[in-house]
């Protein structure tokens, strides 16, 4: 799956730098591995890594440096000393952070002389190496292309961003609250059926089903908010539809005994947009009670 000449060195042995770590074992990688706290490095050493003592000597062990800890902060307490011993090393950083320090981050190592792309992991420490496994990169693209195949190894989902160093933390933070949105929808709908006697798990396939159809729905807006007219057609129900229906679920959510933070939360987004012209438009017009004036 990669160039097994490559060597790489993994800074950070939480659960996610250990996983990384094992997976460039795995692929018959030679692997330098470095933690403040050394025995979290004893499997990966009984399964062939070397333990570096210090950070300096795990960055001089390898072509590849990546680094995995918890803060950016930590990131420059790691390496920020080292200087020009980053010339000419690869650093991907797989921290997660802001996009301004990603970018702040990438300004620092070219001054440095090292080669930099900053990235994001969509997974949890289990899924490191699978197929479906999706992690972001940005950087210069000469230098994702030569390291790509290795990368690969981490998930089959490496996907490049472009230039921007600050666009997989951009995707990171609003993919997981992508995620977060719906879980809480879902335990909120499994609060209110529960009331009716409905287990979880009956709820369960029909809130499957329901998120397929909204696939379609983020499809048209998408382009919609893309095309940048802000005409935003409502072709399957218009905003004042939308907020009628949802009226329903805060009546039926406070009858029940049900909380209603969630659905009066979207009831006072749909009505301030509503306010501003767009009761007959789609949904996507909501898009603009989350953008900043000036956007």
């Known amino acids: 799956m990669g160039d097994n000449h490559t060597s790489v060195s993994v ?9 990384l770590a094992a997976a460039f074992l795995k692929a018959g990688h030679a692997t330098t591995v470095w933690n403040r706290s050394a025995d979290k490095a004893d499997g990966l050493v009984k399964d062939g890594a070397v ?33 020009d011993a980053l010339r000419g090393k690869t650093v991907v950083n797989l921290t997660t952070g802001s996009s301004e320090q990603a970018r702040q981050t990438a300004e620092w190592a070219q001054k440095h002389g090292a080669k930099y792309l900053d990235g994001a992991i969509m997974i949890t420490p289990p899924g490191i190496g699978a197929e479906t496994s999706v992690l972001f990169y940005a950087g210069d693209q000469a230098v994702f292309d030569a390291h790509e195949p290795v990368l690969k190894l981490l998930g089959g989902g490496t996907t490049y961003l472009g230039t921007d160093h600050g666009k997989p933390a951009l995707f990171d933070v609003s993919l997981l609250g992508l995620m977060w949105g719906a879980l809480n929808s879902f335990l909120h709908g499994v609060a209110i059926v529960e009331t009716g006697g409905v287990k979880a798990q009956e709820f369960l396939p029909w809130a499957h089903m329901w998120l397929d159809a909204i696939k379609m729905f983020t499809a048209d807006y998408a382009a919609q908010i893309d095309a940048g007219d802000e005409k935003f057609p409502a072709n399957d129900a218009t905003l004042e539809t939308h907020l009628g229906a949802l009226k329903h679920l805060v009546e039926e959510s406070e009858a029940l005994g049900v909380d209603t933070e969630l659905p009066k939360y979207s009831e006072a987004l749909m009505e301030g947009i509503i306010a501003q012209g767009h009761a007959k438009n789609s949904y996507a017009s909501v898009v603009k009670a989350y953008r900043r004036p000036n956007q």
């Open 51 to 83: 333990l570096a003592a210090k950070p300096a000597d795990a960055v001089a062990a390898s072509d590849l440096v990546i680094v995995c800890v918890s803060t950016y902060d930590v990131v420059h307490d790691v390496i920020g000393s080292l200087g």
């Open 11 to 19: 800074l950070g042995l939480g659960l996610m730098g250990q996983a």
